[in-house]
């Protein structure tokens, strides 16, 4: 037989839905030490949080995660049923974030096909530790030990009322005895000996049974197990009524023996319920329903080649000189639809920042109580929505900023008091949209940044040109985001570890943003972060190069213009600029650089495209431009991505007419120019 | 269920087993393996993609799939030939990638059973050479089968120093 | 085809009864994540049998099986409890709970108590 938990969709809920649940858990610890106690819906809730991973990791047979969840939960249990004084709020909050951590560390491992091997052993035993250390302090719970737990004594009691009520009864006249026998492995045999009882009581009455303490002594279980479970009942129905009634009724019944006592007896009416239900049909949906990734993808790639395909048809040559009012009438109506069915796409795609942003209260937490730092994070704007990709890519540069500001920024409270700071220091993490854009800002009212020492560590790692001209105050700031501009010399636990601000910058530059960097010394730096809503589908302007097509994209271009022979500079070693409003940028003739083969060669001839990236702008020089239009963008093919890594390319897209055009990365241009990986 | 489909993957690939797609490199004939064939198209519109070696000729829309393509002539170091409407592409797919592959023409599909293949020479390993996985005989004719996935997967010398020039 | 009305709050037990319940013939008529929304949707599909977790936010199983009694004096609840609610079983079967599975249980199990429950 397959076994269900080996199949995908539901591996994928339990990892989804743990990962949510300590999210959640999480925000609550973090809304616990904001307010310093544990509320009584805070327990509850970590309880259940606990409970449901406990039973949901059992399922999956990943015990060593069930288990941690298992002893948070009792410890829990405790908290809500004694609700014990003087609790030491940080070491419990210490043990459950380390529980917390233990089982997302494990879940980890599970998606990445890795064994859940983690031993929790060691955390066990100091939670439980905790626990005894607690019953101690409280001896009130000490002395109830024993006693059913005070939450569930409405249960208890009844029970105890109905079991005194059963089994206290003289051995009055009955005339059937059964022996019942459960399944093995079907658990909790003393409970379902009890439902056998509740069961019974519709059709028997003056019933006995052994062992007689089946709910409150456990140890009934056993000897249910192996000696069976033995009712004695007076019935009015007959052998063949109550042997079917029994077999029916009791759940996992391995065996049934059934004695008729002879005995005299009357009749009992037993009201027979009419089954008063109606047929019904009413369809439930959940209006929720959680999709994979990858179909999106797919779904994404389908509509992208629907608007091809679309301005395939409907700008087609054989159209051209032709009349056709209906159908540009029935054309619109497409164009339309196929828009609509882009943006309900994107839309599906588009995923609030706030479980992004709620993540980093833990490592503010985390690192200010290390660093012993007094710092408390705001969030504005966390419902800004953005595509899934980019959310998985901003991520890792948001935990690295919040831990540069915590870490080099925030100072400590006594030096903040020196400076006349308040005694915390806040980091801002801010999302705002901007039409085309999200910009998510981190603001720290930390040091700032020190120009000075930003310029020499520069200089002594040779990030500086040789021609030290007047670098503005941003651009000073934007050299820390260089690669080796970071080194060793400063690692601390936090934001060293081998990482720089360049991989900040490099992995918001691979989903198409850039970074900017402000700083105001001795009262706070300021970081921007500026990403497009969606990476699929770009506005683009398509240049042309002999028979070469490019696409770039709008966001980077300033302007478009003719040279005039006049404008162009050219150094000793033959580099070509160009003078613009006084400014000298280096100008990159594309059929050059790409070895295209054109006739358009004469400056005056073709057309310049100002393209910008960063502060770094350029001038390239095409043939002519064909227009401006929105494309979806594709990667190179496999093979050609395994061969070599085309400098300046980024990818390429279908145009209308079916042919293809290379989408130039502006930002790898300018950086393979600068760094002389490419000669012009 | 995962039984089923490992059945009907056995029995595509028991039909595939065997089965060669042979084609002609000037007087040369060549074969490939059917299994990583998915289609044959006449010769298409190339976009050229910069700082490829020579042999990548560029790559093609594909009912909106991009495929690269390669000349195998001068993959083989043999010399380019104007193409014409002899010319095809096979489009190979190996492991989830694609390539077209340009030949002077395509001739038929055969079987060649296991024990008519020979492996190479292990001398004279010439670059083309390289490529070969094993030498068909078919009747009194010999067919050089190429191995798709060197040929695909080799990262070759020639890239790298195009790129020093550069 | 019987229904079943699923009442858990994780919806990673719910997605598991579901697949399992569909798997084996049920139908499984509604969902429901805590026992508030199990009452209403049970007033609203009247399902063939409940499956009912114990532990929730807002009402819990047990409290929500007073209330479907209480409406519908024959509803076929089965609660789905974790190793350690014995009390809380007690009181649901005291209270009309027609049997209980215990988790982590297996495909064969609840099928079983189910299929019984409801007389299949």
């Known amino acids: 037989m397959s076994d269900i938990f080996g199949n995908d969709p539901m591996l994928d809920m339990f990892i989804f839905e743990t990962a949510q649940l300590i999210e959640q858990l999480e925000q609550s610890i973090i809304e616990i030490e904001r307010v310093n106690c544990y509320t009584e819906d805070s327990i509850n809730e970590i309880f259940r949080i606990m409970h449901t991973i406990k039973s949901s990791s059992a399922m999956m047979h990943y015990e060593n995660i069930s288990l941690i969840a298992h002893t948070i939960e009792d410890l829990f249990y405790f908290l809500r049923e004694e609700n014990p004084e003087n609790i030491d709020c940080l070491k419990l909050t210490d043990i459950v974030l380390e529980g917390a951590d233990f089982i997302k560390h494990e879940t980890d491992k599970i998606v990445e096909g890795r064994k859940s091997d983690g031993d929790g052993s060691e955390l066990i035993n100091s939670i439980r530790d905790y626990l005894s250390e607690l019953k101690l302090n409280n001896p009130q719970a000490d002395d109830e030990e024993g006693k059913r737990p005070s939450k569930n004594e409405d249960a208890g009691n009844i029970l105890e009322d109905c079991s005194n009520q059963i089994s206290s009864m003289d051995f009055p006249n009955q005339n059937y005895k059964a022996v019942v026998y459960f399944e093995e492995g079907c658990q909790m045999e003393n409970v379902r000996a009890f439902l056998v009882i509740n069961n019974l009581k519709e059709i028997a009455e003056n019933i006995s049974y052994v062992p007689e303490d089946i709910i409150d002594n456990d140890d009934s279980i056993e000897i249910i197990k192996n000696n069976g479970f033995l009712i004695s009942f007076k019935s009015d129905r007959s052998y063949k009524e109550i042997h079917e009634f029994l077999s029916h009724n009791v759940v996992f019944l391995k065996e049934l023996e059934l004695y008729e006592i002879k005995l005299g007896g009357y009749r009992q009416l037993v009201a027979d319920n009419?089954?008063?239900?109606?047929?019904?049909?009413?369809?439930?949906?959940?209006?929720?329903?959680?999709?994979n990734v990858h179909k999106l993808d797919k779904l994404m790639d389908l509509v992208g080649e629907l608007v091809i395909s679309e301005a395939m048809v409907l700008k087609n040559p054989d159209l051209n000189n032709l009349v056709l009012n209906n159908f540009q009438k029935s054309a619109r109506q497409l164009q339309k639809i196929t828009g609509e069915l882009q943006d309900a796409v994107m839309s599906i795609r588009m995923v609030p920042l706030?479980?992004?942003?709620?993540?980093?209260?833990?490592?503010?937490?985390?690192?200010?109580k290390k660093l012993e730092k007094e710092v408390r994070l705001e969030l504005i704007g966390e419902e800004t929505e953005v595509d899934k990709n980019i959310i998985d890519h901003i991520s890792d540069p948001l935990m690295h900023l919040i831990r540069n500001s915590i870490d080099h920024g925030i100072e400590k409270s006594e030096e903040r008091k020196a400076k006349n700071k308040p005694e915390f220091g806040t980091i801002t993490l801010e999302a705002k949209n901007t039409g085309g854009d999200v910009l998510i800002i981190v603001k720290d009212d930390g040091r700032g940044l020190n120009k000075e020492s930003i310029l020499s560590k520069a200089r002594k790692n040779g990030l500086v040109g040789k021609t030290e001209r007047e670098l503005t105050d941003k651009e000073i700031y934007s050299l820390i985001l260089m690669a080796g501009f970071s080194t060793k010399e400063e690692v601390t636990e936090y934001s060293g570890r081998g990482v720089g601000m360049d991989v900040v910058n490099k992995n918001i530059d691979a989903i198409g943003g850039t970074v900017s960097i402000d700083s105001i010394e001795g009262e706070g730096t300021e970081i921007t972060l500026k990403i497009p809503l969606t990476l699929a589908i770009i506005d683009s302007m398509t240049i042309k190069t002999g028979e070469s097509l490019f696409s770039v994209p709008i966001t980077s271009i300033r302007e478009s213009f003719k040279a005039r022979n006049e404008d162009i500079i050219i150094d000793s070693e033959g580099n070509e600029m160009i003078m613009i409003r006084g400014q000298c940028y280096a100008a990159v003739r594309l059929y050059e650089l790409y070895k295209i083969n054109t006739e358009v060669k004469n400056i005056t001839d073709g057309i310049m495209l100002m393209v910008e990236n960063n502060g770094d702008a350029l001038c390239i020089f095409a043939d002519e431009i064909i227009g401006e239009q929105e494309v979806v963008i594709k990667a190179l093919p496999g093979y050609i991505r395994n061969l070599k890594k085309v400098r300046g390319l980024s990818g390429c897209t279908l145009l209308g007419d079916g042919s293809i055009s290379l989408i130039l990365d502006v930002g790898d241009l300018t950086a393979s120019l600068k760094e002389g990986r490419m000669k012009i | 269920m995962t039984d089923l489909i490992a059945e009907s993957l056995e029995t595509s690939e028991d039909t595939q087993k065997g089965k060669f797609l042979t084609f002609l490199l000037g007087n040369e004939a060549y074969a490939i393996e059917i299994k990583f064939v998915i289609e044959m198209i006449g010769m298409q519109p190339i976009t050229k993609v910069p700082e490829l070696p020579e042999y990548v000729r560029g790559i093609i829309n594909l009912r909106g799939k991009i495929v690269p393509v390669m000349d195998v002539r001068l993959r083989f170091k043999k010399e380019f030939k104007e193409y014409n409407d002899r010319t095809c592409i096979i489009v190979v797919d190996v492991d989830d990638i694609l390539l077209g592959l340009i030949v002077d023409n395509i001739s038929e599909v055969i079987s060649i059973p296991d024990e008519e293949i020979v492996p190479p020479p292990e001398i004279n390993k010439c670059a083309e050479n390289k490529y070969i996985k094993g030498i068909g005989k078919v009747g009194s004719n010999v067919k050089l089968i190429l191995d798709c996935k060197k040929l695909m997967n080799e990262k070759d010398i020639e890239a790298v120093t195009q790129e020093r020039q550069l | 085809m019987k229904?079943?009305?699923?009442?858990?709050?994780?919806?990673?037990?719910?997605?598991?009864?579901?697949?399992?319940?569909?798997?084996?013939g049920f139908e499984v008529a509604g969902e429901a994540e805590n026992g508030a929304v199990a009452v209403k949707k049970y007033k609203e599909i009247k399902p063939d049998i409940v499956t009912m977790d114990i532990t929730m936010p807002i009402m819990d199983g047990v409290q929500a099986l007073k209330e479907i009694k209480t409406f519908d004096p024959d509803a076929r609840i089965v609660m789905i409890s974790a190793v350690g609610q014995k009390p809380f079983i007690c009181e649901a079967v005291m209270s009309g709970a027609k049997s209980f599975i215990v988790k982590p249980f297996n495909e064969k199990h609840l099928v079983k108590v189910l299929s019984q429950v409801l007389g299949m």
Not at chain 1, 354 to 368: E, L, P
Not at chain 3, 3 to 24: C, G, Q, S
Request: glycine fraction near 0%.
């Open chain 1, 274 to 291: 009419q089954d008063s239900k109606e047929p019904q049909f009413f369809s439930t949906r959940q209006s929720i329903i959680s999709v």
């Open chain 1, 354 to 368: 706030s479980a992004t942003f709620q993540r980093m209260n833990r490592i503010v937490r985390d690192m200010s």
């Open chain 3, 3 to 24: 229904k079943v009305l699923i009442v858990d709050d994780a919806a990673f037990m719910r997605l598991t009864l579901k697949t399992i319940l569909e798997k084996n």
